[in-house]
């Protein structure tokens, strides 16, 4: 596959994608931003390290932004307080260099991911399906 089919298909997934969908993706790019960062630091690879872990908290902002704390009340809350922290982290893994800030907010990260793919995309279903949720 070429390039630009790749960008096409990407293009159309995220287009075509529910809002759940996108904030899986969203979970899975921040996700691997991490372990860039992390591989990059290992490396000694500081334009690289510094990069990806921007790139991680330009995604973390997003999911931030993202929420909406009428609807999702103490959770949105909590998840807003989380998403700082580990803002946060970042900042703190790019100034001192250090793996373990990284290796936290991975971890948040992961067990997040986890608890968004058990929600099932309601999206996807017929109306009666989503009422009798």
Do not use: C, F
């Not at 372990?35 to 995604?59: D, N, V, W």
């Not at 790019?94 to 290796?103: H, K």
């Amino acid at each position: 596959m070429s390039l630009q089919a790749y960008k096409n298909q990407q293009d159309y997934d995220i287009l075509s994608a529910t809002p759940l969908e996108l904030v899986r993706a969203l979970y899975r790019g921040a996700i691997q931003a991490v372990r860039t960062a992390r591989t990059a630091l290992a490396a000694g690879q500081i334009r690289e390290r510094s990069e990806a872990i921007t790139k991680a908290g330009a995604i973390i902002q997003e999911l931030t932004l993202s929420l909406d704390r009428e609807i999702g009340g103490d959770v949105a809350g909590n998840l807003a307080e989380l998403y700082v922290y580990m803002h946060t982290r970042l900042g703190e893994a790019n100034i001192q260099q250090a793996d373990a800030p990284l290796a936290e907010v991975e971890k948040l990260l992961v067990t997040l991911a986890e608890a968004w793919n058990q929600i099932p995309d309601l999206a996807n279903e017929p109306a009666a399906m989503r009422l009798s949720a």
